[in-house]
């Protein structure tokens, strides 16, 4: 790799072989430590009985918000699994937000309007809005307090995939897009169903 000759002259200046080389490892460990932290914050491996599972880390997403997920693929996974030969059936949903919960709002308002008259008669109003918003809480045992939720907003779903023993029937196949369009209400595009190897 050749070194632009301005940056090979600024090296130079410093006359020093040991700076060179502390700053060439440095950068090198940068690089490895923001290709590492992409990589195992992307996806996560476990390994259950030969089979291997991925997994996206849920740093970002609540418990609740996970368990909600997790039972509606189960649930999903479950009456799938009840059509005519499809037979074992796994399902895997991707999102494209996290649930959204929309708390009460104790809302004020103060306007307040002031006229003022200067020594040449000239008058200057003054109109001062001021508006409040808190999150409305209230006290649980132990002395912590919970914000009150008026309104739960599920997730919007990016895409389902539908593995299934009995897919290489079309009409199992169809019946199953069919099913998860129908409870999910999501179009066709979608649904991805395949059969099990």
Do not use: H
Not at 88 to 109: A, P
Not at 156 to 162: A, S
Not at 166 to 172: E, M, N, P, Q, T
């Amino acid at each position: 790799m050749k070194i632009p000759e301005w940056l090979k002259e600024k090296f130079e200046a410093y006359n020093n072989k040991k700076v060179l080389t502390n700053l060439m490892v440095l950068l090198g460990l940068g690089i490895t430590m923001v290709i590492a932290a992409n990589f195992f914050s992307n996806i996560q491996l476990k390994s259950k009985g030969g089979n291997v599972e991925v997994k996206e880390f849920m740093d970002d997403r609540s418990d609740e918000a996970y368990d909600y997920e997790e039972n509606l693929e189960k649930q999903l996974s479950y009456i799938l699994g009840k059509i005519d030969s499809a037979g074992k059936v796994s399902v895997m949903i991707t999102y494209k937000s996290s649930k959204e919960l929309i708390m009460d709002k104790d809302k004020s308002k103060n306007d307040k309007i002031t006229n003022e008259k200067d020594n040449d008669g000239g008058i200057r109003t003054i109109n001062e809005l001021v508006t409040n918003d808190k999150t409305v809480t209230v006290c649980e045992q132990g002395g912590n307090s919970k914000a009150v939720i008026t309104k739960e907003i599920n997730p919007e779903i990016k895409g389902v995939i539908v593995v299934a023993e009995g897919a290489k029937d079309v009409k199992v196949k169809r019946k199953l897009t069919d099913a998860v369009q129908t409870v999910l209400d999501i179009p066709a595009y979608r649904v991805m169903v395949l059969e099990t190897k």
